[in-house]
């Protein structure tokens, strides 16, 4: 499945959807900012994908959002998070290369991807993620698997 090399191949080799992070840690775009920030501290993760009511994706707050548009420009946490979250979501698909990816996220100057697979939310991959790709490649070859199900 994976070309034994060296590890700079991975990204050229390797779908997204293998790496992707498999349950993905949404919420209702209704909440506050600070109730946002609880689940995020909570599941320690980078982001939230906000869903309408039909768990339909409409939006992505991240940890650069909340520094960016909350903290530095003193904003209420009483908010609702709508007002900070991105609307524009870029996604990948799942059979998408990692190197597709990544070029996506410089392009749109993000660090949060989503991964769709047959128009459905698949997962979330990162640039750390990306990054862990090539660090732990030597784990990759002996038979141990990077995808991660938090």
Known sequence: ??????SDRLLFTTPVGEIATRNVVTAPREL???????????????????????????????????????????????????????SMLVTTDAQDFCFESLLRMIRHNIHHIIVVEKG????????DDLIMLQVLHPFRSSGRSMVRTP
């Open 1 to 6: 499945m994976l070309l034994k090399g060296g």
């Open 120 to 127: 459905q939310m698949k997962g979330m991959i990162t640039n």
């Open 32 to 86: 506050t900012i600070r109730e946002a920030a609880e689940i995020m501290s909570a599941g320690r993760v980078s982001y939230l994908v906000l869903v309408d009511e039909t768990g339909h994706p409409v939006g992505i707050v991240t940890d650069r959002d909340l520094r960016d548009k909350v903290v530095a420009t003193n904003r209420d946490v009483g908010d609702k998070i709508s007002g900070i979250m991105s």
